[in-house]
């Protein structure tokens, strides 16, 4: 088992910066791709940003430019620095690791941005 436990949101004002992380503990041997979804009341859950194990990065579009995706191997932790923050970026946060083929969940970190 893969456990995942996420950190770093909060309330923000238009304009403002959040920092998430999220560490995997657990049956590790090889991570693969980590990535960040959102999931606003009422909406599906959509990818904001993932890295894969070789480096490459994806960023949904309407976060280019503000957000941007870390990972740090050796602590299995994976990091979304937010900037520019708008209030559509209000939503749960859920990180993701994908080992072996299978994807684990966090259990989500509420974001808001608000004035």
């Known amino acids: 088992q893969v456990q995942l436990v996420e950190s770093g949101g909060g309330l923000v004002q238009p304009g403002g910066s959040l920092n998430l992380s999220c560490a995997a503990s657990?049956?590790?041997?090889?991570?693969?791709?980590m990535g960040w979804s959102r999931q606003a009341p009422g909406k599906q859950r959509d990818l904001v940003a993932r890295?894969?194990?070789?480096?490459?990065?994806d960023y949904a579009d309407s976060v280019k430019g503000r957000f941007s995706i870390s990972r740090d191997n050796p602590k299995n932790t994976v990091y979304l620095q937010m900037n520019s923050l708008k209030p559509e970026d209000t939503a749960v946060y859920y990180c993701?690791?994908?080992?072996?083929?299978?994807?684990?969940w966090g259990q989500g970190t509420q974001v808001t941005v608000s004035s």
């Open positions: 890295v894969f194990s070789g480096g490459d990065i």
């Open positions: 993701y690791v994908v080992v072996f083929g299978r994807k684990y």
């Open positions: 657990g049956s590790i041997f090889s991570i693969g791709t």
